[in-house]
């Protein structure tokens, strides 16, 4: 079972960025497509971005494209969220995930979840 940690949230100001981590213990990543997904109170989790195992292959939700860059480093186990441009509405816990499956979109096809990083935005 691997374990995932996110880190890098905060408080952040709109037009601002942010660049959050997921570190992963316990088993290699590099066989896994990795997501990140966010939940604002009161609404469901959903999709951001996911990337494929050797990083070739990036996928966003339509809210956060063009501002959004998500990456990983396998050799340190590691993925990574750059967030540019930051909108109130970013405003989330955002949570990173792994799959062994290409159905990256679905929250249902992730098998780890880390503890989240929560993102707030100022107007």
């Known amino acids: 079972q691997v374990q995932l940690v996110e880190s890098g949230g905060g408080l952040v100001q709109a037009g601002g960025s942010l660049r959050l981590s997921c570190a992963a213990s316990?088993?290699?990543?590099?066989?896994?497509?990795m997501g990140w997904f966010r939940q604002a109170p009161g609404k469901e989790r959903e999709f951001v971005a996911a990337i494929s195992w050797g990083g070739s292959s990036t996928y966003y939700a339509d809210s956060v494209k063009g501002r959004f860059t998500i990456s990983r480093d396998n050799a340190k186990n590691t993925v990574y969220l750059q967030m540019n441009s930051l909108k109130p509405e970013d405003t989330a816990v955002y949570y990173c995930?792994?799959?062994?499956?290409?159905?990256?979109?679905?929250?249902?096809?992730?098998?780890?979840w880390g503890q989240g990083t929560q993102v707030t935005v100022s107007s």
């Open positions: 995930g792994d799959t062994g499956s290409v159905s990256y979109y679905y929250k249902t096809s992730y098998s780890s």
């Open positions: 316990g088993r290699a990543i590099s066989n896994y497509f």
